[in-house]
């Protein structure tokens, strides 16, 4: 079940905390590796390869 607007601003706030906490040079490989364990609480592998292109998207039109 997909979390409600909230939970995702929790999230966001518990990440952004996160990130600050985190050496700048390790940045990118702490969010690669939160990347990787949330893709393995997925049972489909095509919505993660959507969400890879949304992300792309949404790099473009910012």
């Given at each position: 079940?997909?979390?409600?607007?909230?939970?995702?601003?929790?999230?966001?706030?518990?990440?952004?905390?996160?990130?600050?906490?985190?050496?700048?040079?390790?940045?990118?490989?702490?969010?690669?590796?939160?990347?990787l364990?949330?893709?393995?609480?997925?049972?489909?592998?095509?919505?993660?390869?959507?969400?890879?292109?949304?992300?792309?998207?949404?790099?473009?039109k910012?």
């Amino acid at each position: 079940m997909a979390l409600n607007f909230h939970q995702l601003e929790v999230f966001y706030e518990d990440l952004a905390q996160s990130l600050d906490t985190v050496a700048e040079s390790k940045r990118e490989l702490f969010l690669c590796k939160l990347c990787l364990m949330l893709a393995r609480e997925t049972d489909k592998p095509a919505n993660l390869k959507s969400m890879i292109q949304a992300a792309q998207n949404h790099l473009t039109k910012a």
